[in-house]
């Protein structure tokens, strides 16, 4: 047989008995890793369509960032406290060191369970007996120290097996029940005090208020006898300088005298008065109908 005819004949063999094998296709977000009669091959194939050697088989390893979370770990602290936290951890796998990975723990449910939580647990225990008081787990401060430092050794820990940490993030502190009542009381009592505060400022306010209001009506009423005194004072003024200028005009005397005579003439109880003709002034002289001028009684 033609040898060329046979290698095309094997090949078409091949194709028939292999088919799409010749072909991996690695998801988006994974890195293929292959396996040749159980052994791990040191290359990763990236996402996409990859032309492969049809005896192999498969293991796509997600290598995007994913996340879980770790309940109730002890913690205890210097004060011979203990407290539980929960913990949410960031990672990722180094996609160059699939194969590895693969090979040395598995899939990522093992890598969780083989490195990520045991080292999680020990680092907690470990960097709270660090921290003086469970209390303190309530400052800011002293929880971004915890987060930040147990981000660091987890990342060193783990990262010469091919895992990166990006985060590791604290979710709940649950202190010890007798710490966590003594603080619920002191709580309570330092809202008693605000509150007691509040009270205290919003009558002093009052006070305030009504001592300004009383200080202007004081004013107010300075102002007005102010006000009173200057109008008399003008008044006063107005009367002396009237006075002052009646006592030398005639003129004006008799001018007073016609409009005295006047409101007598407008009463209907006045009585007819004789004027002296020759007075530089028209005062009454006497009155007709009084019985004293008449001589009658």
């Known amino acids: 047989m033609n ?3 046979a290698s095309v004949a094997i090949a078409a063999l091949l194709v028939l ?10 998801p988006a977000g994974h890195v293929g890793v292959a396996i040749l009669f159980g052994e791990v091959q040191e290359d990763p194939y990236p996402e996409g369509l990859n032309i492969v050697n049809p005896l192999l088989t498969w293991v796509d390893l997600d290598v995007r960032e994913d996340s879980f ?3 109730q770990l002890e913690m205890p602290t210097r004060d011979q406290l203990l407290s539980k936290v929960d913990l949410s951890i960031q990672w990722r796998l180094d996609k160059s060191r699939a194969p590895q990975i693969y090979r040395d723990t598995g899939d990522k449910e093992r890598i ?3 490195h990520l939580k045991p080292k999680a647990r020990s680092l907690i225990r470990e960097l ?6 469970a209390e303190d787990l309530f400052k800011d401060e002293v929880r971004d120290s915890l987060a930040n430092a147990l981000t660091l050794e987890l990342a ?5 097996k091919g895992i990166i940490i990006d985060s590791v993030l604290l979710r709940n502190i649950n202190l010890p029940p007798v710490l966590a009542e003594a603080i ?5 009592r330092e809202q008693e005090v605000e509150r007691q505060r509040a009270e205290l400022d919003r009558v002093r306010l009052e006070q305030e208020q009504q001592v300004a209001l009383a200080e202007a009506t004081r004013r107010a009423s300075e102002e007005q006898s102010k006000t009173i005194r200057i109008l008399a004072d003008a008044k006063a003024y107005e009367i002396a300088t009237i006075n002052k200028a009646a006592s030398g005009n005639p003129a004006y005397i008799q001018l007073q005298s016609l409009e005295a005579l006047k409101k007598m003439a407008e009463d209907p109880a006045a009585k007819l008065y004789f004027m002296d003709s020759n007075s530089p002034s028209p005062l009454p002289l006497m009155n007709i109908g009084d019985p004293v001028v008449t001589g009658k009684r």
């Open 3 to 5: 040898p060329k005819l």
């Open 17 to 26: 008995m292999f088919g799409q094998r010749f072909f991996h296709a690695v």
């Open 69 to 71: 979370k770790i309940s």
């Open 112 to 114: 969780v369970q083989v």
């Open 128 to 133: 709270g007996t660090k921290i003086d008081r």
């Open 156 to 160: 060193e820990y783990v990262g010469s």
């Open 184 to 188: 619920g009381r002191k709580k309570e």
